[in-house]
């Protein structure tokens, strides 16, 4: 049997540690001091395993796992702990009998307040915590099914390029909102396995009903508010290459997800606008479809978002024309 190590003064630990171990040596009944101490660590990993495993998971994922590395700051609240909790940024315990810290709505991380700005500032949400698909920020879904852009996004596309590029009046045509909001409960219920083939909608305007739906719904719009004015100048701009010069700074302004989302979209909408001769959608419609959907103005002035309808055509149309240079 291997020697006990050799047991540490505890006036050479920091006050903070002492009185957390205090409160669980408590709890277990564990005396410090005595022999009995050297299985002070196992019983501190059984009694908060989410000192660990929670921490472990922060830092790296599991093997052969990609990551798409896209940031996003914690979705913090008071809330009141109804078991006793730890901080999981500084490990000590969280006291009080309500709203003894933050917990983190989207990947569940509880801290102190005063933590909360020390805290890692990428969060990655929990699947199991995202309760619906559409309406949900678009960087938390992402991160959420570890993916480049939202599944709303990368299946409807795929399904309307499939049987819907020469459908005449595409994305202009409206399809039955009750089947629309039948695909919106779909994703919300089944995610990536919801089925929007053409066995289930045979009206390929219900799948770009609801792909509208989804960005119109998103809570910070494609083109944030943001980058909103940096884009309005930039259609503004009396020559080619200051306009496309423009669209390149605002682009950087928006998160990576959007950006992402972005690309994608505007690839597929040039594709579209190859068929016009088909669907009769070339760029100034899509951009009429698409202005107030991808765009959104900062301010809720009723009189501010009529007037500029006619910009966000403007730059909807430009980023489609200009796809291949801007991205």
């Known amino acids: 049997m291997e020697p006990l190590p050799p047991e540490v003064p505890r006036s050479t630990k920091p006050k903070r540690e002492r009185d957390h171990q205090d409160l669980l040596a408590f ?51 008071a809330h009141t702990f109804r078991r006793p909790h730890w901080c999981e940024h500084c490990t000590a315990f969280m006291w009080g009998l309500t709203v003894q810290g933050l917990r983190c709505s989207d990947c569940g991380l509880k801290v102190h307040k005063q933590c909360s700005q020390r805290a890692p500032r990428n969060c990655q949400p929990e699947l199991r915590r995202v309760k619906k698909v559409f309406s949900c920020d678009l960087t938390t879904l992402v991160k959420a099914h570890n993916t480049e852009r939202p599944m709303v996004v990368d299946m409807c596309i795929r399904e ?14 409206s399809g039955s909102t009750e089947h629309i909001e039948d695909v919106r409960l779909a994703f919300d219920r089944d995610g990536e396995k919801a089925d929007i083939s053409t066995s289930a909608y045979a009206d390929i305007n219900v799948i770009t009903g609801a792909l509208k739906l989804y960005l119109r719904e998103l809570p910070v719009p494609v083109i944030t508010r943001d980058a909103y004015l940096k884009f309005i100048q930039a259609a503004e701009a009396p020559s080619v290459d200051g306009r496309l010069e423009a669209f390149r700074q605002g682009l950087l302004l928006l998160p990576p997800a959007h950006h992402e989302t972005l690309r994608y979209l505007l690839l597929h909408l040039k594709r579209v606008t190859t068929f016009e001769k088909d ?6 419609n899509l951009a009429i479809v698409f202005g107030p959907t991808l765009m959104q103005p900062p301010s809720e002035d009723a009189l501010q978002t009529l007037s500029d309808t006619q910009h966000q055509k403007s730059v909807v149309r430009l980023l489609i024309e200009h796809e291949h240079a801007l991205f």
């Open 279 to 284: 669907n009769f959608m070339g760029a100034e």
């Open 160 to 173: 309307i390029e499939r049987r819907g590029l020469k459908s005449e009046g595409l994305y202009r045509v």
């Open 27 to 77: 709890t277990l009944g564990v005396k410090l001091g005595s022999r009995g101490t050297v299985l002070w660590k196992p019983f501190q990993l059984l009694a908060c395993p989410q000192l660990t495993t929670r921490l472990v998971k922060r830092r790296a994922l599991t093997g052969g796992e990609k990551q798409h590395r896209y940031e996003k700051e914690h979705n913090f609240k």
